[in-house]
C-alpha cells in the first residue's frame, strides 16, 4: 500500500493510512528520502492519525527515516499519534527517541517554519 | 423471585416430612403462627427494642427511633412469613440501610438485631406451645427455614447497599482529584493530591493525553505537591507519562516534588534528563509561559 506523499512548499506531507505491514514501512523509508532529494524539501511531516497501533518496527522505522532525512540537512516531524496508542507505546518502552513529535498537522508546519524562519 | 422463595420454603419445610398433605399442615402453622405474632405484636416489638439496647446495638440512634425502625421490620418480617415472599422486604431492607448507613450503623449490628429478633420469636413460640412438645417442634419446623431466609435477606441487602454507597464515594474521590486544567492557551496543568496507586497513575495518564489532544496543549505542568509518597511503580507511571506526553507534541514540567520523593527517584535511578523539573508551581507555570513565549508584567497605575 502507498503511502500519499503532498508537496506543501519547501516541504512533504505523507499521510499513512490504517494498517501498514513491515513491508509497506520499509517503502516508505525508501521513497521519502528518494522524495526529499527530488524535492530539495526541508522538512518532512510524516501523519500518523490513522494508525492505531505503534509497534517497535514500525517506531525504529520512523526514527531511520528522520536520521536519513536528516543527512540530507531536513526536519522530519511525526505528527498525529492517538492518546491510546501513546499510551501504549510507552508502556512497551517503544518512545520514539530523538525524532520531533507534534500533536497534529498544523503543529507540525507551525513547528518546521518557525525552525526555518530562524535559519533562512 | 417470589416463585423461588415459596418453593424454597416448601422445600425445606417438605425436608422434615414425607407425609404429601403435610404441607397443607404447614401452611396451617404458618398461618398460626402469624397469628400468634400479630396477636403478640405489642410485647414482641417491646421485648426486642429491649433487647437491642442491653446488647448495646444501633447505640448511633435514639431509643424512639429504634422503636420505629423495630416496629417497621417487625411488621415486614410478619408479612414475609405471611406471604412467603420477599420482594417487599428486600426493598424495606434497602431503604432502611440508606437511611443507618450514613449514621454509622455497621453490619454486625444488623445482622445482630436481625437474629435478635428471630430468637425473641423464637423464645415466645417456646413459651406457647411448652405443653405440646410435637406441635412446637412443626411449628419450628414451619418458622425456621422462613426466620433464616429473612435474616439473610436483611443481612443481604444491607451489605449491598454499603458496597454500593463506597463505590460511589470511590468514584466521586477518583473524579475530584484528577482535574486537568487549563489557565492559558495550550497550558494545562494537573494538580495531583493524595496517594497515587497504580490505578489512579493509569487513569491520570488517560485523561491528560486526551486532555492534550483536546486543548491542544503544548505544556503540562503536573503539580505533586500534595502527594507525600511515591513507590518505584508509580515512578515509573510519572516518567512513562511524560514520555506519552511528548509524543502528542507536548512538554512536561512536573513541580512539588518532595524530598521523599526526590529521593525516590534518584534511587530507582529514573532517567532525570527525560523529567523537567521545578521547585514549586508558581515556578513551573512562570517556566512553561517563558517556553509559551508569554510575559507577565504588572499593570501600570494610570497617571
Not at chain 1, 51 to 79: N, P, Y
Not at chain 2, 6 to 17: D, K, V, W
Not at chain 2, 255 to 261: A, K
Request: net charge negative; no cysteine.
Amino acid at each position: 500500500m502507498e503511502v500519499p506523499v503532498l508537496k506543501q512548499g519547501p516541504f512533504l506531507i505523507a499521510t499513512v493510512q490504517a494498517a501498514l505491514t513491515d513491508d509497506d514501512l520499509v517503502q516508505l523509508r525508501k521513497a521519502m528520502v528518494e522524495r526529499v532529494v527530488l524535492s530539495r524539501s526541508l522538512g518532512v511531516i510524516i501523519d500518523v492519525t490513522a494508525m492505531d497501533i505503534m509497534d517497535s518496527f514500525a517506531s525504529r522505522t520512523l526514527r531511520e527515516i528522520a536520521q536519513m532525512i536528516r543527512l540530507r540537512g531536513a526536519e522530519t516531524v511525526i505528527v498525529g499519534i492517538q492518546p491510546e496508542v501513546a499510551f501504549a507505546m510507552v508502556q512497551l518502552g517503544i518512545t520514539l527517541e530523538g525524532v520531533v513529535t507534534a500533536l497534529d498537522l498544523e503543529e507540525g508546519l507551525e513547528y518546521l517554519n518557525h525552525k526555518f524562519k530562524n535559519n533562512a | 423471585m417470589a416463585k423461588d422463595a415459596e418453593r424454597s420454603l416448601r422445600g425445606a419445610m417438605r425436608h422434615h416430612t414425607d407425609d404429601p398433605s403435610s404441607y397443607d399442615a404447614t401452611a396451617v402453622l404458618l398461618r398460626e403462627l402469624v397469628s400468634h405474632l400479630r396477636q403478640n405484636r405489642t410485647q414482641l416489638r417491646e421485648e426486642w427494642a429491649r433487647r437491642i439496647t442491653e446488647a448495646q446495638l444501633l447505640t448511633a440512634m435514639s431509643k424512639d427511633e429504634i422503636f420505629a425502625e423495630a416496629t417497621a421490620v417487625y411488621d415486614q418480617y410478619v408479612e414475609a412469613l405471611e406471604t412467603g415472599t420477599f420482594e417487599a422486604l428486600q426493598a424495606y431492607a434497602r431503604s432502611l440501610s440508606e437511611r443507618i448507613i450514613p449514621r454509622g450503623v455497621e453490619t454486625h449490628e444488623v445482622v445482630g438485631i436481625v437474629l435478635l429478633l428471630r430468637d425473641v420469636l423464637a423464645r415466645s413460640l417456646f413459651a406457647k406451645y411448652q405443653a405440646d412438645f410435637r406441635k412446637l417442634d412443626r411449628i419450628l419446623d414451619a418458622y425456621e427455614p422462613a426466620a433464616n431466609r429473612i435474616a439473610n435477606t436483611v443481612a443481604v441487602g444491607f451489605v449491598q447497599e454499603r458496597e454500593r454507597v463506597i463505590r460511589q464515594q470511590q468514584e466521586a474521590i477518583r473524579e475530584l482529584s484528577t482535574p486537568v486544567l487549563q489557565v492559558r492557551e495550550r497550558l494545562l496543568i494537573l494538580p495531583i493530591i493524595g496517594v497515587i496507586d497504580p490505578q489512579r497513575a493509569r487513569q491520570l495518564t488517560e485523561q491528560l493525553l486526551r486532555g492534550i489532544r483536546t486543548n491542544r496543549a503544548k505544556v503540562v505542568v503536573i503539580d505533586i505537591t500534595g502527594v507525600a509518597a511515591m513507590d518505584a511503580t508509580v515512578a515509573n507511571h510519572l516518567v512513562q507519562t511524560v514520555e506519552a506526553s511528548r509524543l502528542l507534541g507536548a512538554t512536561v514540567i512536573v513541580t512539588g516534588l518532595s524530598p521523599e520523593i526526590a529521593q525516590t527517584l534518584v534511587t530507582i535511578g529514573v532517567d532525570l534528563g527525560k523529567m523537567n523539573t521545578v521547585g514549586d508551581l508558581q515556578g513551573g507555570i512562570e517556566q512553561a509561559e517563558r517556553l509559551l513565549g508569554y510575559k507577565v508584567v504588572p499593570i501600570e497605575a494610570a497617571g
